[in-house]
Protein backbone atom coordinates (compact mmCIF):
# COMPACT_ATOMS: atom_id res chain seq x y z
CA UNK A 1 0.00 0.00 0.00
CA UNK A 2 1.32 3.62 -0.87
CA UNK A 3 2.07 5.44 1.96
CA UNK A 4 2.32 9.57 1.89
CA UNK A 5 4.50 10.64 5.18
CA UNK A 6 4.34 14.88 5.65
CA UNK A 7 6.63 16.86 7.73
CA UNK A 8 6.10 18.96 10.37
CA UNK A 9 2.99 18.98 11.18
CA UNK A 10 2.90 22.20 12.07
CA UNK A 11 5.59 25.27 12.25
CA UNK A 12 5.06 28.46 13.39
CA UNK A 13 8.03 30.86 12.34
CA UNK A 14 9.05 34.26 12.45
CA UNK A 15 8.78 36.73 9.12
CA UNK A 16 12.32 36.25 7.45
CA UNK A 17 13.00 32.93 8.79
CA UNK A 18 13.59 29.58 6.59
CA UNK A 19 11.67 27.24 6.44
CA UNK A 20 11.85 23.44 4.90
CA UNK A 21 8.58 21.20 4.82
CA UNK A 22 9.01 17.73 3.65
CA UNK A 23 7.11 15.20 1.67
CA UNK A 24 7.90 11.44 1.52
CA UNK A 25 5.83 8.60 -0.87
CA UNK A 26 6.53 5.05 0.00
CA UNK A 27 5.09 2.05 -2.07
CA UNK A 28 4.81 3.86 -5.82
CA UNK A 29 7.47 4.18 -7.90
CA UNK A 30 8.28 7.29 -9.92
CA UNK A 31 5.16 8.76 -9.29
CA UNK A 32 3.94 12.27 -9.90
CA UNK A 33 4.50 14.98 -6.86
CA UNK A 34 2.86 18.19 -6.04
CA UNK A 35 3.04 20.95 -3.40
CA UNK A 36 -0.97 23.11 -2.87
CA UNK A 37 -1.12 25.60 -0.67
CA UNK A 38 -4.26 26.82 0.74
CA UNK A 39 -4.49 30.34 2.65
CA UNK A 40 -7.11 30.02 5.90
CA UNK A 41 -10.39 30.48 3.92
CA UNK A 42 -8.91 30.19 0.70
CA UNK A 43 -8.42 27.58 -2.21
CA UNK A 44 -6.38 24.93 -2.74
CA UNK A 45 -3.68 26.50 -5.45
CA UNK A 46 -0.89 24.12 -7.10
CA UNK A 47 2.50 25.32 -6.53
CA UNK A 48 5.01 22.83 -7.96
CA UNK A 49 4.53 19.66 -9.83
CA UNK A 50 7.34 17.35 -10.56
CA UNK A 51 7.48 14.02 -12.67
CA UNK A 52 11.23 13.19 -12.20
CA UNK A 53 13.82 12.99 -9.63
CA UNK A 54 15.47 16.51 -10.08
CA UNK A 55 13.02 18.26 -12.35
CA UNK A 56 10.45 20.75 -11.05
CA UNK A 57 8.04 22.98 -12.31
CA UNK A 58 6.61 26.36 -10.71
CA UNK A 59 2.98 27.20 -11.44
CA UNK A 60 2.83 30.24 -8.88
CA UNK A 61 4.55 32.12 -7.79
CA UNK A 62 5.04 32.79 -4.26
CA UNK A 63 8.61 33.11 -3.38
CA UNK A 64 8.95 29.74 -2.35
CA UNK A 65 11.08 27.22 -3.97
CA UNK A 66 10.84 23.01 -4.46
CA UNK A 67 13.20 20.40 -5.28
CA UNK A 68 13.04 16.80 -5.76
CA UNK A 69 16.13 15.05 -3.98
CA UNK A 70 14.95 11.39 -4.65
CA UNK A 71 12.23 9.60 -6.64
CA UNK A 72 10.19 9.40 -3.14
CA UNK A 73 11.10 12.71 -1.73
CA UNK A 74 9.62 16.49 -2.32
CA UNK A 75 10.70 19.83 -0.50
CA UNK A 76 9.47 23.00 -0.28
CA UNK A 77 11.63 25.71 1.24
CA UNK A 78 12.33 29.29 1.38
CA UNK A 79 15.48 31.20 2.65
CA UNK A 80 12.82 33.98 3.95
CA UNK A 81 9.31 33.98 4.85
CA UNK A 82 6.83 36.33 4.37
CA UNK A 83 3.50 36.89 6.52
CA UNK A 84 2.01 35.79 3.32
CA UNK A 85 2.91 32.61 3.12
CA UNK A 86 0.83 31.46 6.30
CA UNK A 87 -1.32 28.71 5.42
CA UNK A 88 -1.85 24.91 5.05
CA UNK A 89 0.23 23.17 2.68
CA UNK A 90 -0.42 19.92 1.41
CA UNK A 91 1.94 17.58 -0.64
CA UNK A 92 0.32 15.13 -3.32
CA UNK A 93 0.76 12.17 -5.61
CA UNK A 94 -0.62 10.52 -8.37
CA UNK A 95 0.42 7.71 -11.03
CA UNK A 96 2.38 8.87 -14.11
CA UNK A 97 0.38 8.15 -17.41
CA UNK A 98 1.98 9.68 -20.09
CA UNK A 99 1.94 12.98 -18.16
CA UNK A 100 -1.36 13.04 -17.84
CA UNK A 101 -2.98 13.57 -13.94
CA UNK A 102 -4.81 10.79 -12.13
CA UNK A 103 -6.58 11.08 -8.83
CA UNK A 104 -4.61 12.30 -6.28
CA UNK A 105 -3.73 11.60 -3.03
CA UNK A 106 -2.70 13.74 -0.44
CA UNK A 107 -0.71 13.95 2.74
CA UNK A 108 -2.22 15.11 5.93
CA UNK A 109 -0.42 18.10 5.21
CA UNK A 110 0.99 20.94 7.72
CA UNK A 111 -0.28 24.20 8.87
CA UNK A 112 2.17 27.37 8.85
CA UNK A 113 1.89 30.47 10.85
CA UNK A 114 4.14 33.11 10.00
CA UNK A 115 4.38 35.84 12.60
CA UNK B 1 -13.34 34.95 -14.30
CA UNK B 2 -13.34 31.73 -12.37
CA UNK B 3 -13.09 29.06 -13.98
CA UNK B 4 -14.47 26.32 -11.64
CA UNK B 5 -17.63 27.82 -9.42
CA UNK B 6 -18.93 25.77 -7.02
CA UNK B 7 -22.41 25.79 -5.01
CA UNK B 8 -23.60 26.36 -2.88
CA UNK B 9 -20.86 27.61 -0.43
CA UNK B 10 -22.73 26.10 2.48
CA UNK B 11 -24.82 23.39 2.94
CA UNK B 12 -27.01 22.63 6.35
CA UNK B 13 -29.28 19.80 6.28
CA UNK B 14 -31.20 17.45 8.98
CA UNK B 15 -29.34 14.01 9.31
CA UNK B 16 -31.09 11.49 6.90
CA UNK B 17 -31.73 14.17 3.90
CA UNK B 18 -29.99 14.26 0.79
CA UNK B 19 -27.45 16.50 -0.77
CA UNK B 20 -26.53 18.06 -4.37
CA UNK B 21 -23.57 19.49 -4.78
CA UNK B 22 -22.18 21.34 -8.06
CA UNK B 23 -19.49 22.54 -10.11
CA UNK B 24 -19.97 24.40 -12.90
CA UNK B 25 -16.61 24.91 -15.12
CA UNK B 26 -16.00 27.52 -18.53
CA UNK B 27 -12.70 25.29 -19.91
CA UNK B 28 -12.27 21.99 -21.48
CA UNK B 29 -12.34 19.21 -19.54
CA UNK B 30 -10.38 16.01 -18.72
CA UNK B 31 -12.09 14.80 -16.05
CA UNK B 32 -13.33 16.59 -13.12
CA UNK B 33 -12.12 15.23 -9.31
CA UNK B 34 -14.37 15.03 -6.10
CA UNK B 35 -12.87 15.59 -2.54
CA UNK B 36 -13.57 15.64 1.14
CA UNK B 37 -11.79 17.78 3.43
CA UNK B 38 -11.47 16.76 6.56
CA UNK B 39 -12.08 19.44 9.57
CA UNK B 40 -7.98 19.28 10.19
CA UNK B 41 -7.53 20.16 6.42
CA UNK B 42 -6.72 16.70 4.84
CA UNK B 43 -8.14 15.73 1.65
CA UNK B 44 -9.92 12.26 0.68
CA UNK B 45 -10.18 11.07 -2.98
CA UNK B 46 -13.67 10.67 -3.70
CA UNK B 47 -14.50 10.58 -7.32
CA UNK B 48 -12.22 10.63 -10.53
CA UNK B 49 -15.01 11.23 -13.56
CA UNK B 50 -14.02 12.50 -16.87
CA UNK B 51 -18.19 11.73 -17.88
CA UNK B 52 -20.88 9.94 -17.06
CA UNK B 53 -21.93 8.68 -13.17
CA UNK B 54 -20.16 6.96 -10.88
CA UNK B 55 -21.29 5.47 -7.70
CA UNK B 56 -19.76 4.68 -4.25
CA UNK B 57 -21.64 3.89 -1.04
CA UNK B 58 -24.06 6.65 -0.73
CA UNK B 59 -22.29 8.93 -2.69
CA UNK B 60 -22.71 9.46 -6.86
CA UNK B 61 -20.94 11.97 -9.07
CA UNK B 62 -22.02 12.79 -12.40
CA UNK B 63 -19.98 14.97 -14.64
CA UNK B 64 -21.97 16.10 -17.96
CA UNK B 65 -19.33 17.73 -20.57
CA UNK B 66 -22.12 19.68 -22.99
CA UNK B 67 -23.56 20.97 -19.62
CA UNK B 68 -20.07 21.85 -18.11
CA UNK B 69 -21.61 20.51 -15.04
CA UNK B 70 -20.39 18.23 -12.40
CA UNK B 71 -22.61 16.77 -9.45
CA UNK B 72 -21.67 15.25 -6.14
CA UNK B 73 -24.90 13.34 -4.74
CA UNK B 74 -25.21 12.45 -0.80
CA UNK B 75 -28.06 10.37 -0.23
CA UNK B 76 -29.25 9.63 3.46
CA UNK B 77 -26.21 12.20 5.04
CA UNK B 78 -25.36 11.24 8.33
CA UNK B 79 -23.22 13.40 10.78
CA UNK B 80 -19.95 11.75 9.83
CA UNK B 81 -20.67 13.55 6.42
CA UNK B 82 -20.32 16.98 7.72
CA UNK B 83 -16.72 18.73 6.54
CA UNK B 84 -16.05 20.70 2.72
CA UNK B 85 -16.75 18.76 -0.40
CA UNK B 86 -13.48 20.70 -3.03
CA UNK B 87 -14.43 19.98 -6.42
CA UNK B 88 -11.12 20.30 -8.92
CA UNK B 89 -11.11 20.55 -12.22
CA UNK B 90 -8.28 18.82 -14.76
CA UNK B 91 -7.92 20.55 -17.78
CA UNK B 92 -8.14 19.06 -21.36
CA UNK B 93 -5.01 20.68 -22.43
CA UNK B 94 -2.97 18.03 -21.40
CA UNK B 95 -1.71 20.50 -18.17
CA UNK B 96 -0.50 19.06 -14.73
CA UNK B 97 -2.78 21.98 -13.16
CA UNK B 98 -6.13 21.02 -11.18
CA UNK B 99 -8.03 24.18 -10.77
CA UNK B 100 -9.53 23.69 -7.65
CA UNK B 101 -13.08 25.14 -6.64
CA UNK B 102 -14.02 27.41 -3.20
CA UNK B 103 -15.57 24.13 -1.79
CA UNK B 104 -19.01 23.51 0.12
CA UNK B 105 -19.02 23.41 3.35
CA UNK B 106 -21.77 20.95 4.45
CA UNK B 107 -22.92 20.29 7.79
CA UNK B 108 -26.01 18.09 9.54
CA UNK B 109 -28.19 18.69 12.10
CA UNK B 110 -28.74 15.39 14.21
Known amino acids: AQTIHQWPVAEIKAVGSPLSLGCTIKGKSSPNLYWYWQATGGTLQQLFY??????VESVVQLNLSASRPKDDQFILSTEKLLLSHSGFYLCAWSLRLGGQQNTLYFGAGTRLSVL | GQQVQQSPASLVLQEGENAELQCNFSTSLNSMQWFYQRPGGSLVSLFY???GTKHSGRLTSTTVIKERRSSLHISSSQTTDSGTYLC????????????FGKGTKFSLIP
Open chain 2, 49 to 51: NPS
Open chain 1, 50 to 55: SITVGQ
Open chain 2, 88 to 99: ALEPGTGSNRLT
